[in-house]
């Protein structure tokens, strides 16, 4: 039996420049609520995670002396994810740095655009009623004002839910001015929480490793347990510029 856990906030409220937009602070107290056994128990399994690089890897260790032959930090063009629709926020470098964190159960598959701040507003109900029938991995990337950009990779789509879920595969990461992926920690399995209100992803610590408003115009990211990240945006309280969630299918 594994013990459940919600994340509870705790609220500051203050009005930024002159706009009448109230932004609420994500803080948040980590308390256990249900003891039913579910995916955000995962801590107490033995996961191994495979990223797409590593099983690139492990096949050429059982390849022909040829294939050997090829250099070990050459990435084959076939675990790159394919784009099947536009990207305001991906180049072909970002989607090489991202080829070596993905599971390699996403690897061959095309990717889709679920959600766009540019198309579908902004809005994270809209953003889950665009996953309400999705049943695969998704990755979040994010633009703040800053023009910087970093987001999430999501084992599961975000979803209303009373308790975290996800897996060890969910990561953070951001670019520039080096690309750096933060894999689970082990520490504990608060990947993802989904709210009306708001998206959390990563916790401990009385933080989250990314928080969004529910009207994805406010965020903030912290350093939390999970994933033992820094702050993956610019400043640790930022507003999103341009957002997409994209997935496999």
């Not at 801590?43 to 690089?53: Q, S």
């Not at 090829?70 to 180049?91: A, C, F, G, K, T």
């Not at 750096?180 to 990563?202: P, T, V």
Request: hydrophobic letters at 30%; charged letters at 20%.
């Amino acid at each position: 039996m594994g013990v459940n856990y919600s994340f509870e906030e705790v609220e500051q409220t203050h009005t930024k420049d002159n706009n009448t937009r109230h932004h609420k602070h994500p803080r948040c107290l980590v308390v256990e609520k249900y003891k039913l056994a579910v995916l955000c128990c995962c801590a107490a399994k033995n996961w191994e995670i495979i990223t797409g690089k590593d099983s690139v890897k492990r096949r050429r260790s059982v390849c022909s002396s040829e294939e050997g032959n090829r250099s070990e930090d050459e990435e084959p063009e076939d675990i790159l994810p394919v784009l099947r629709n536009h990207s305001q926020l991906l180049n072909d470098q970002h989607l090489e740095s991202l080829a070596n964190h993905l599971p390699a159960r996403t690897q061959g598959y095309p990717w889709n655009l679920v959600y766009s701040t540019a198309i579908h507003g902004t809005s994270l109900k809209t953003l889950y009623r665009q996953m309400a029938h999705i049943d695969s991995p998704v990755l979040l990337v994010i633009k703040d004002m800053e023009k910087k950009v970093f987001g999430a990779f999501s084992s599961h789509p975000f979803r209303v839910s009373d308790c975290c879920y996800g897996t060890g595969e969910t990561f953070v990461y951001s670019f520039g001015p080096a690309f750096k992926a933060y894999r689970w920690s082990g520490e504990n399995s608060y990947f993802i929480r989904g709210h009306m209100d708001s998206l959390q992803i990563g916790g401990g610590g009385g933080l989250f490793g990314l928080w969004l408003d529910a009207d994805l115009y406010y965020g903030a990211s912290f350093p939390c347990h999970t994933f033992n990240n820094q702050p993956l945006s610019t400043q640790q309280d930022f507003t999103v510029q341009d957002l997409e969630v994209w997935t496999v299918q």
